[in-house]
């Protein structure tokens, strides 16, 4: 008998291999997932920690590298009353075995052949899906043009600022909008202030380019950044969004 019916998923042991700060309060941890089936741009995993009492607790992390063998990047952001993302950056070390089941998604994801040109809208660890798509696209053969518009607490807060300034001044790379909401350096080429609806006008392309837009932040961050591009004229079908908290604030 065959049956089309996917597998469910199942926990797997993935090792720490790789820990990096990103700024005060993120780090990306890389894991050696053996056996990952490989995962498309936009994805995330379940992390599952039990304690020594058989308590559990269970979250989703975004996986922030393009598709890569059995190495899984996931970038966590410290939650200040968090359970789980304090754990993750201050007590998880190299060679550490952490539960994983994934890749989980098929909404929230980039499909390279797509020729859309690409609007990416992120708020704070946000970004990490879309870097994922980021880093895919730039593997890609023929990768579509490509906008990122990202917003930050301050300048220290922006997560993988010297790869993503990296990719904007490559050849065919992606043009890259930071803004900062609680900050005005004083030497600052990026804009200032939340996302709001000009913002998104002038970054994004016209509607007519049947564009594709990725949005990911907290939730009231996802929901205001959507409900522009709706404004705006984006179809809801060609808006794709992934909202990382119940309460988180916004950028
Ligand atoms: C599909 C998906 C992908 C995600 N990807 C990522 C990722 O790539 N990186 C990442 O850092 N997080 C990501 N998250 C959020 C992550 O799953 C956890 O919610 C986050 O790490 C907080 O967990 P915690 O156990 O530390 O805090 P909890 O103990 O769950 O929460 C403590 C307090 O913080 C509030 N809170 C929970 N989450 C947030 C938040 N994100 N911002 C502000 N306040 C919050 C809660 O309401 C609560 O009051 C993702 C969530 C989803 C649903």
């Known amino acids: ?3 089309a019916a996917p597998l469910p998923l199942r926990w797997r042991t993935a090792t720490v291999i790789a820990r990096r700060p990103e700024t005060s309060q993120v780090a990306t941890l890389v894991l050696d997932v053996p056996g990952w089936p490989g995962h498309r741009a936009g994805q995330h995993v379940d992390l599952r920690l039990t304690a020594a009492d058989g308590y ?3 979250r989703s992390y975004s996986i922030a590298s393009a598709n890569d063998g059995t190495a899984v990047a996931i970038t966590v952001e410290r939650v200040a009353d968090g359970e789980v993302s ?5 007590e998880v070390r190299i060679s550490d075995d952490l539960e994983l089941r994934g890749p989980i998604g098929a ?9 859309n040109p690409l609007l990416l809208i992120a708020g704070g660890s946000g970004v990490a899906p879309l870097m994922s798509i980021l880093r895919a696209r730039a593997q890609a053969p023929d990768p579509p043009a490509a906008r990122l518009l990202y917003s930050s607490r301050d300048e220290a807060s922006i997560i993988y600022r010297d790869e993503l300034d990296r990719m904007a001044t490559a050849t065919g790379g992606p043009g890259i909008l930071y803004t900062l909401t609680r900050e005005r350096p004083t030497v600052w080429s990026g804009a200032l202030g939340r996302i709001d609806r000009a913002m998104l006008e002038r970054v994004g392309f016209p509607p007519t380019d049947e564009p594709l837009a990725f949005v ?3 939730t009231p961050f996802v929901e205001q950044v959507a409900a522009d591009l709706v404004a705006l004229g984006y179809p809801g079908e060609r808006i794709r969004t992934e909202r990382f908290g119940p ?3 916004v950028g």
């Open 216 to 218: 990911c932040g907290p």
């Open 1 to 3: 008998m065959t049956s």
């Open 86 to 90: 304090p754990f993750l950056l201050d």
């Open 107 to 115: 909404y929230f994801v980039w499909n390279p052949e797509a020729g």
């Open 247 to 249: 309460t988180g604030a």
């Open 56 to 58: 559990q607790a269970q």
